[in-house]
């Protein structure tokens, strides 16, 4: 087994039909895995209960900081397959103004528009 050693930031939707886009979000971490890179979603790992409520925008802009804050040193991955948020634009934009290498994919599957 490889070990993963390419730390990417995955942008994908969370808002909306939120059950829905944590398992895509889930399934673009599993590609990642597949691809022998190390993946980080802050949107999954903040939003558990208990930690911040997205609901909130004080706590929403909070988790959005904090896992900008990880992006140093990471490649972006942005999955595209239910379309661009404005949440993941933002990301795309903070990528962009620290340099960082931005990927665009799809999973296609069940996740094909």
Do not use: K
């Amino acid at each position: 087994m490889e070990t993963p050693t390419q730390r990417v930031i995955i942008e994908s939707p969370f808002g909306g039909d939120v059950e829905r886009n944590v398992r895509y979000a889930r399934a673009c971490m599993a590609d990642c895995l597949s691809r022998g890179e190390a993946p980080f979603a802050s949107h999954l790992l903040y939003t558990q209960p208990g930690v911040l409520d997205d609901s909130v925008p004080e706590e929403r802009e909070l988790g959005i900081l904090a896992g900008f804050a990880w992006r140093e040193g990471a490649r972006t991955v942005v999955y595209t397959d239910l379309g661009v948020s404005a949440g993941m634009v933002q990301g795309i934009h903070h990528a962009q103004s620290v340099g960082s290498d931005i990927e665009y994919r799809t999973l296609g599957g069940e996740w094909a528009a």
